[in-house]
């Protein structure tokens, strides 16, 4: 379930509003041009369930998405916890680029925290299972995978040669708070 985050792009101290009520979430990035969406979880998932097992699981809502944003294909990627090169995995996303072509991830398992610099806002969105999120092409923005990354998303391309970043150079990720997965109490 996702919380979004608001802030003034000039103070990551405190934020002016905080939600994750899936109406209020969906309703204030649609405001600010930015598709969100949850999926049902159409049956269970087997944690080693292949690619093709996964796309095929989500068939519906992945050919829908397609269809109504011109994404040529889709795949699935996995970030098993406990990489080695897990650090350098996160700090290759922690910098504020663009794309050239719209940003959509759906998280089947797991998740990490996505930050849109827009009109001086800082929208931080924390994505969790069921959570569809499209980023326009052009945004700002930058991905925090967290400290000990696990997910499992399915990524939707408009063209061949797929991810392709353009860095700002604007330090402002540095600045706000990062992704720190909620952990359940002590047993
Ligand atoms: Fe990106």
Same mark, same amino acid.
């Given at each position: 379930m996702a919380r979004l985050s608001i802030y003034s792009d000039t103070d +990551?101290?405190? %934020?002016e509003l905080s939600s994750a009520d899936p109406a209020l979430v969906t309703a204030h990035l649609a405001l600010a041009g930015v598709l969100f969406e949850r999926w049902q979880d159409p049956r269970a998932i087997p944690d080693a369930a292949d690619a093709q097992a996964v796309l095929e699981a989500y068939a519906a809502p992945v050919a829908a998405l397609r269809e109504a944003r011109g994404f040529q294909s889709a795949d699935v990627v996995r970030m098993p916890r $406990?990489? +080695?090169d897990a650090a350098a995995r996160r700090a290759s996303f922690l910098a504020e680029h663009t794309h050239d072509e719209d940003e959509a991830r759906f998280f089947v398992q797991g998740g990490g925290a996505f930050y849109l610099h827009m009109d001086e806002k800082v929208f931080r969105i924390v994505c969790g299972p069921g959570d569809l999120l499209s980023i326009p092409a052009r945004t700002r923005h930058w991905f925090d995978m967290g400290p000990d990354p696990e997910f499992t998303a399915i990524r939707f391309f #408009?063209? +061949? !040669?797929g991810w392709v970043a353009t860095f #700002? $150079? !604007?330090?402002? %990720? !540095?600045?706000f708070p990062k992704f720190e997965p909620e952990t359940g109490p002590l047993p």
């Open positions: +990551p101290s405190v %934020a $406990g990489l +080695p #408009t063209r +061949p !040669d #700002t $150079g !604007d330090v402002i %990720a !540095d600045r």
